[in-house]
């Protein structure tokens, strides 16, 4: 079955740490998103990716990093400078990088305590 | 500013008691209009992509439609289990991101 599979799906770490937070898909989609959603907030965007080795930031990229060198592969790591990372995160992917609906993964819930 | 915004943001129903969501939006051209279906604790679930005023689309109990400033989610006889949060997004011409609205919680009670 084709889709998106996020890992792990909660994750747990102490104030200061860095922690990765894995997005594949297998759905042969050029462009890769990840989105952060707060409680009564929409989603917002921290990075996006239109094709391998390339990324952009998305309106909240402070405190966060990217890298995508493979096409299926976006994995987004949660620096110590991210003032408030406790939140759930969502990867998605569509087969361009504008015009088309994105599909989601099942999502990681990150807490920092 | 592009914006989107959904109301209400909450919407108890008796079971098969229709009822209208509605996402209105503000972007200097609009590419696109998406609806997803988010149950909680995962990820949004594709449902619609309008393009233009006047176009509708049906999936099951539900029937989206769009007009120039606004889009609905018609829910028909809806039943427990469309319970969810409907998410609402646009595209606007020229850029590059998808904005959410904040989401409309459905509670559909038996």
């Known amino acids: 079955d084709g889709g998106i599979t996020q890992s792990p799906k909660y994750l747990f770490r102490k104030e200061g740490q860095n922690v990765t937070l894995s997005c594949e898909q297998n759905?042969?989609?050029?462009?890769m998103y990840w989105y952060r959603q707060d409680p009564g907030q929409g989603l917002r965007l921290i990075y996006y990716?239109?094709?391998?080795?390339?990324?952009q930031k998305g309106d909240i990229a402070e405190g966060y990093s990217v890298s995508r060198e493979k096409k299926e592969s976006f994995p987004l790591t949660v620096t110590s400078a991210q003032k408030n990372p406790t939140a759930f995160y969502l990867c998605?992917?569509?087969?361009?990088?504008?015009?088309?609906?994105?599909?989601f993964g099942p999502g990681t819930r990150l807490t920092v305590t | 500013e592009d914006q989107v915004t959904q109301s209400p943001e909450a919407l108890r129903l008796q079971e098969g008691e229709s009822s209208s969501l509605n996402c209105s939006y503000t972007?200097?051209?609009?590419?696109?209009l998406f609806w997803y279906r988010q149950d909680p604790g995962k990820g949004p679930e594709f449902l619609f992509t309008l393009y233009s005023a006047g176009e509708e689309k049906e999936k099951e109990r539900l029937k989206a439609t769009l007009t120039k400033k606004e889009s609905f989610l018609h829910i028909t006889a809806p039943k427990p289990e469309d319970s969810a949060t409907y998410l609402c997004?646009?595209?606007?011409?020229?850029?590059?991101?998808?904005?959410f609205g904040a989401g409309t919680r459905l509670f559909v009670k038996a």
């Open positions: 759905l042969n989609h050029d462009a």
């Open positions: 998605a992917s569509s087969p361009r990088d504008i015009s088309y609906e994105q599909y």
């Open positions: 997004a646009v595209q606007a011409t020229g850029g590059f991101k998808t904005i």
């Open positions: 990716s239109q094709i391998v080795n390339d990324f």
């Open positions: 972007v200097s051209g609009l590419r696109g």
